[in-house]
């Protein structure tokens, strides 16, 4: 089958970090597996941070990727979920061969039933954005029907978790979103995701946000750069209110900033259930098949800025490169071998 792969991790532009590859197709599935024809791959800062250079030299061609959409080709005997022929979208277990490869294994208690409306490339884009913004407001933070008309700070809100978390809190919790974007296509784009107003990330949050009325919010949640938001988000946060974080911080966080206030802080990683076998990991299923019921009738909408063909090296890297920048709206995919 065909796959991209990588042996060594390095830059981006070295030969071994991302190449083209033939690699023999996966095992039939055994448990609760899904043997899955992968169509559409998206990209996400996780991929670069997996690959990001260390020393460390891989013996045989690894397959990365997370989030995917494709089509069932054969089924495990304990799996009960989906049949041979069904349309699925997933992010993945990264203790597994990834995603950019023609055929994939994965465990059905992580993949989601795809959204009719939506294209094998829009269907991509979404899993590891949505289940991120999804679990960090919802599981993490506990946001319910008594918090519908409270305000919540979404810092980083343009890019593909972003994307997500303003449509999920403004549409689903009912949340007045104030969202951070430091550009007007930026800011644009996270108006038209359902942000209710918008401040400069690299201004003073705290100040833009008075002159808008708000001199706290009741929830913040920092989807870039922890080290550098986490003293603002403590400053804004309201007396008991909700810090929800979901990128890893290079220093400690100083829990002293919020304990005067009874802040909660919660982090979240996607990988979690997947990595320590909780009992309840089929949840993700659950949240992929609510988010594709949100994403049917268009309350939710497609996030996809950038499309590349086929899936190869050569637009992996392109798609990584951009992703680098941390100058990317909403999602860049691939589809096609």
């Known amino acids: 089958m065909k796959a991209v792969a990588l042996t060594r991790y390095a830059d981006i532009d070295h030969p071994e970090s991302v190449f083209d590859t033939e690699l023999p197709p996966p095992a039939a599935p055994k448990g609760r597996e899904l043997l899955v024809n992968v169509k559409a791959v998206s990209v996400n800062q996780l991929d670069n941070r997996v690959r990001r250079p260390k020393d460390k ?47 994939q294994l994965v465990d059905e208690r992580i993949v989601g039933h795809m959204p009719a409306s939506l294209t094998f490339a829009q269907a991509a884009a979404h899993p590891m954005a949505a289940l991120t913004a999804w679990e960090l407001l919802f599981d993490r933070l506990r946001i319910d029907e008594a918090a519908r008309g ?4 979404i810092i980083g809100a343009a890019g593909g978790v972003g994307s997500m978390a303003v449509q999920l809190a403004s549409k689903v919790a009912g949340l007045k979103v104030i969202a951070t974007a430091s550009r007007s296509e930026s800011q644009a784009w996270v108006r038209d995701m359902g942000a209710h107003h918008t401040v400069d990330h690299f201004g ?12 706290h919010a009741d929830y913040v949640l920092i989807l870039s750069d ?16 909700a810090i929800g974080l979901a990128v890893e911080a290079q220093a400690p966080i100083d829990i002293n900033l919020i304990w005067d206030k009874s802040v909660t802080l919660a982090w ?6 997947i990595d320590f076998g909780t009992a309840d990991v089929a949840r993700q ?6 988010v594709a019921r949100h994403l049917d009738p268009g309350l939710l909408i497609d996030t996809v800025t950038k499309s590349l063909t086929p899936i190869n090296a050569a637009n992996l890297r392109s798609a990584h490169k951009l992703m680098a920048t941390g100058r990317v709206t909403g999602k860049i995919v691939l589809s096609g071998f």
Do not use: C
């Open 150 to 153: 409270k305000t919540i700070l």
């Open 285 to 290: 299923h659950a949240i992929l098949n609510e």
């Open 57 to 103: 030299v891989e013996a045989a061609p690894r397959v990365i990727g997370f989030d995917a959409a494709g089509e069932v080709v054969a089924v495990g005997p304990d799996a009960t979920l989906f049949k041979p022929g069904d349309r699925v979208y997933y992010s993945g277990d990264p203790s597994r061969p990834g995603s950019h490869a023609e055929f």
């Open 226 to 241: 922890t080290d550098r938001y986490y003293p603002v988000a403590a400053q804004v946060v309201a007396p008991q209110g």
């Open 268 to 273: 979240e990683m996607i990988y979690t259930r």
């Open 204 to 215: 003073d949050i705290a100040a833009q946000m008075a002159a808008q009325g708000h001199s």
